[in-house]
């Protein structure tokens, strides 16, 4: 089986602003990719691409084996544009069915209920998107994705405008979908929330991957921390395997020990690490 989505060696040049150079990148059926990166990194220009709206300027991105842009690869994918806006006089039912016509969705008045019902907006199916806030306009774009059951979803930051309640909707959700065997490419900023949910990120940093792999293959040891009587004291360099021996050592050394920790680096350790601290 194809993977659900594909890019090999994908290049995007606008005018003298080099947006990607040269990206593989692969997300697998039912595998959820977080897309990282700073600001101007090039990672809306990726999904643009793949959902067939910017054309590139070398290299190929392919969905479910058919050509980004084709009407095959259309059909597979749902999207969630970055800073998108819905017409404000619409109702948030209006704008879903505007959606299904746009998509060929025969889902009908029963996936606009289920889907308002799985972003939390079942009682808002009436108001209008000016009437809205910010984070329900966002749910109703999360919901507006899923419109027609695609196999592959493309979210560019979807959570950004969320609360702390509607981002954990929204990742239930997107766990939800994994389970169903639905692939994702979630572009954000959010570390912590993409470390909860990703099987792998990817980080780009001015047009190229600098780093791939799982949160936690991508997590280096950072040393064991030992409470004890006498206070918090690390011990750079060690492992799980030394814990056991640090605290029969501190034991021995009479000391009380109320706790042991083995730390590992957070993905945002790793990100920091990987860009630099740098903005492109
Ligand atoms: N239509 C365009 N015309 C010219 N330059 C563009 C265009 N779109 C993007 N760029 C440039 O391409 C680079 C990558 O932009 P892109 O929007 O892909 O970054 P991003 O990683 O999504 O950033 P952000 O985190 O701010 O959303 C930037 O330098 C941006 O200015
Ligand atoms: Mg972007």
Request: negative net charge; glycine residues 12%; hydrophobic residues 40%.
């Amino acid at each position: 089986m194809p993977d659900a989505l594909a890019v090999r060696g994908l290049a995007k040049r606008y005018g003298s602003v080099q947006a990607l150079k040269g990206v593989d990148l692969e997300v697998g059926e039912g595998e959820l990719v977080g897309l990282l990166g700073p600001n101007g990194a090039g990672k809306s220009t990726l999904v643009k691409i793949a959902v067939g709206l910017v054309r590139p300027t070398a290299g190929e991105a392919t969905v479910a084996g058919a050509r980004a842009g084709s009407r095959a690869a259309r059909a597979e994918l749902g999207y969630l544009a970055e800073m998108f806006r819905f017409p404000g006089w619409y109702t948030a039912d209006e704008v879903l069915e505007l959606h299904q016509r746009l998509s060929g969705s025969r889902g009908g008045a029963a996936e606009r209920k289920r889907l308002l019902e799985l972003v939390a907006l079942a009682d808002a199916t009436d108001r209008r998107v000016d009437g809205m806030s910010k984070g329900m306009q966002q749910r109703l774009g999360v919901a507006q994705s899923l419109v027609g059951e695609p196999r592959l979803l493309m979210l560019d930051e979807p959570t950004s405008a969320l609360d702390p309640v509607g981002r954990r909707t929204v990742r239930l959700l997107l766990e939800e979908l994994r389970g169903r065997g639905v692939s994702v490419l979630l572009n954000s900023h959010l570390l912590s929330e993409v470390e909860l949910v990703c099987d792998r990120v990817a980080i780009l940093l001015g047009g190229q991957l600098v780093a791939v792999g799982s949160p936690h293959d991508l997590s280096r040891p950072r040393g064991v921390e030992l409470e004890t009587d006498e206070g918090i004291h690390r011990v750079e360099g060690a492992t799980r395997e030394d814990a056991p021996r640090l605290v029969a050592e501190a034991v021995a050394a009479g000391r009380q020990v109320y706790g042991v920790s083995v730390l590992t680096s957070t993905l945002e350790d790793v990100y920091l690490e990987a860009v630099g601290g740098e903005t492109s």
